[in-house]
């Protein structure tokens, strides 16, 4: 069996198994909805989302106004997280790679507390902002100081600016959280990424970037399957490089600075989904995309339900469920699947 | 042109300094006389050959020995002195201030203070005393070699506390039966008295101490709270949440699609969070909050949390709750 005919069978499923995923994610959501740390039979939660019960119970303000905006938030985000690690995966070349070396995590923290401090701010709503903002300027930071030199931002100094822009804000973070507890009490919510207590308005503040940079994603596939032949052919074939990875840094940054300020740092769906659909799609970036942005956010969902289930009458971040879930899976996937390379 | 780095001041600066312990004498610094022994929390009974006088504390323990007039000649605490509930409205000129964050105490300056005695609760689960417990920095803990530690023993009471501490002031030559003294024990007493008689008219009313948070709702467990115990000992139902966090057993955890699961009659509002118009926030904020009824019918009232040490203090919040039980109806959360 020639090589061509595998590629061509491996495309025609891999259009109806998108169709496949699509339909798992709306399956996981709606689970999303209906399980809860609270216990709500399925004809309540029915009733309240068609509107038959409007007589303001408790069971339909934890539907609609509590579970809806937080499935939604957790598909865009976690769609967001997995689009953005991928992209990342490939403008670096770098297997290893998530948004949290880009500095995006330690910007957004680092801003949080200095708004609390400095400006006063209060209440989830409006620091959000500060956290997108921090995002955005670590990662073109970092991408400043990668710049710096001959050959512009290569992965190497890409990684190195990443760390030193991430101490740099850990340390800003940590300085200033030593001595504000106000500050540290904010932070605490913000630093396990959860989607916990985040309802309608976050999520519509957040939603347009989310999907702006989810659009604009998709159209970086044709150019990551160039960088990935590495630079020079990429330059060979008429590929702008420097371009196409200020481009996919912008998208990077706008992904995983908008879903990092909603939920604050997320991990593992980042770093390990584009693996996943490397390893159903094989090395073509115009399916891992879609792919990943259909798998991240079924992952993340489905730790999110296990996190509000098991710890009842409370619940666990999802932060903390993806790490201890995720760790024996990327083990897992380092040790025995092929960790391909990006 | 190189920039000339100022070599010397930075040399200059990591210099120790030498004690210069510039400390005017208290105006009531009791004689000493010895020998001296107080029985700490631990149960040891630490000896000195005169009493001490230079004291170094930690802040209630500080606001405690102040309030019977033994000042100290420093104090660390684990917040600014300024926000410590503990140090409101205290003249702290003259004492050092020696820490402003847990775990942090700086102990060259409290070398050079000279202390004879450092004062901090004994926690008998962590079986260490304030400022020395377990996770504080290591370089903190040298501040044990200063001087002998005594403190007392934090557990069921805030009154066992307060009286304790009491004692330790007697020990070390306060009058505590000076009249504003004594008048401060008394306006305890009957803010004691005042609060048992309101509990006593509500035999029906229930109270939930709580914490909401941006993601959960903490309820406390009165089991770690001593003025907690002290409300429930004086009559007032103070409920005992059924599942606290087996990993931090002060709190039961509820998510706020649980924030309903218990309904009293009236919310004790966590202290360090509370403000007049908290209620009316979170209502809006957090959409189950106001599915609890007495947060509904604005039944809140503050809870001093983890705090107290001074009969003064205590006194002062107790007459707030008693206003609130007052006023509260036993039959909200029913």
Redesign the interface.
């Known amino acids: 069996m020639s090589s061509s005919t595998v590629r061509a069978r491996r495309a025609l499923a891999l259009g109806p198994g998108l169709a496949a995923l699509g339909v798992i994610l709306a399956l996981v959501a709606f689970g999303s909805i209906t399980l809860?740390?609270?216990d709500i039979g399925l004809s309540d939660v029915l009733r309240a989302l068609v509107g038959l019960d409007g007589d303001g119970s408790?069971e339909h303000?934890?539907t609609v106004?509590?579970?809806v905006p937080r499935t939604l938030l957790g598909i865009l985000v976690g769609a967001a997280l997995g689009v953005a690690g991928a992209v990342l995966q490939g403008v670096t070349r770098n297997p290893l790679a998530d948004t949290g070396i880009m500095g995006v995590n330690s910007g957004a923290a680092a801003f949080v507390v200095l708004a609390i401090t400095v400006l006063g701010v209060r209440?989830?709503g409006v620091y959000i902002w500060f956290a997108f903002a921090g995002a955005i300027l670590a990662t073109l930071l970092v991408y400043a100081i990668a710049s710096l030199g001959r050959e512009g931002a290569t992965p190497v100094k890409l990684a190195l600016a990443g760390a030193a822009v991430t101490a740099g804000m850990g340390s800003l973070t940590t300085g200033i959280v030593?001595?504000n507890?106000d500050a540290l009490?904010e932070l605490r919510?913000w630093q396990v990424g959860?989607l916990?207590?985040r309802?309608a308005p976050i999520l519509t503040g957040v939603a347009p970037f989310l999907i702006v940079g989810l659009v604009a994603s998709l159209a970086c596939g044709r150019a990551l399957n160039g960088l990935a032949l590495g630079e020079d052919t990429a330059r060979g074939l008429g590929q702008r490089v420097g371009l196409t990875r200020a481009a996919a840094f912008a998208v990077v940054a706008v992904l995983a600075g908008a879903a990092t300020a909603a939920c604050g740092p997320i991990v593992f769906v980042g770093l390990v989904v584009p693996h996943l659909a490397r390893f159903i799609c094989g090395p073509d970036y115009r399916w891992i995309l879609p792919y990943s942005m259909l798998l991240s956010p079924i992952v993340l969902l489905l730790a999110d339900i296990v996190g509000?289930v098991v710890?009842?009458?409370?619940?666990l971040?999802v932060g903390v469920v993806l790490g201890v879930l995720g760790a024996p899976v990327f083990i897992g996937i380092v040790r025995y699947g092929r960790l391909s390379e990006a | 042109m190189r920039i000339w780095r100022p070599i010397v001041a930075a040399a200059a600066l990591s210099l120790t300094l030498a004690g210069c312990g510039s400390t005017d004498t208290p105006e009531t610094t009791p004689t000493s006389a010895g020998p001296w022994q107080f029985t700490d929390g631990s149960g040891e009974v630490v000896k000195a050959d005169k009493t001490p006088t230079r004291i170094i504390a930690h802040a209630g323990e500080a606001a405690a020995l102040m309030s019977f007039g033994i000042k100290p000649v420093g104090v660390y605490a684990d917040?600014?002195v300024k926000?410590d509930p503990n140090l409101k409205g205290l003249d702290l000129t003259g004492i050092e201030i020696l820490g402003?964050?847990w775990g942090k105490i700086d102990v060259e300056k409290a070398a050079s203070l000279r202390p004879d005695l450092i004062v901090g609760d004994y926690w008998p689960a962590e079986k260490a005393h304030s400022g020395l417990e377990e996770g504080v920095d290591e370089k903190s803990k040298k501040l044990k070699e200063l001087a002998p530690v005594v403190g007392v023993s934090q557990g069921k009471s805030i009154v066992d506390l307060a009286e304790g501490y009491e004692a330790l002031a007697k020990s070390l030559g306060a009058k505590v039966d000076a009249p504003e003294i004594a008048a401060s024990k008394k306006k305890f007493e009957d803010a004691v008295t005042a609060f048992k008689a309101a509990v006593a008219s509500k035999p029906n009313l229930t109270a939930l101490a709580m914490s909401p948070?941006?993601?959960?709702v903490y309820v406390a467990n009165p089991e770690f709270a001593p003025e907690l115990l002290d409300f429930q000992k004086w009559g007032l139902k103070v409920v005992n949440p059924d599942?606290p966090?087996p990993g931090f057993p002060y709190w039961?955890?509820?998510?706020?699609?649980?924030a309903?699961?218990y309904q009293p009659d009236l919310i004790l509002w966590d202290g360090r969070?509370y403000t007049d118009t908290a209620n009316a926030e979170w209502g809006k904020?957090?959409?189950?909050w106001f599915?609890i009824k007495a947060a509904k019918a604005d039944a809140v009232v503050s809870w001093p949390a983890y705090w107290l040490h001074t009969y003064g203090h205590f006194a002062a919040e107790l007459d707030k709750l008693t206003t609130a039980i007052k006023a509260a109806d036993e039959n909200v959360g029913s």
């Open positions: 809860g740390s609270r408790i303000t934890v106004d509590m579970r209440g989830v030593m001595t507890v009490n919510f959860s916990a207590g309802y509000r710890a009842r009458p409370g619940e971040q | 917040e600014s926000t402003e964050e948070a941006d993601d959960k599942k966090d039961e955890n509820l998510s706020w699609e649980n309903d699961k969070s904020k957090q959409p189950t599915a």
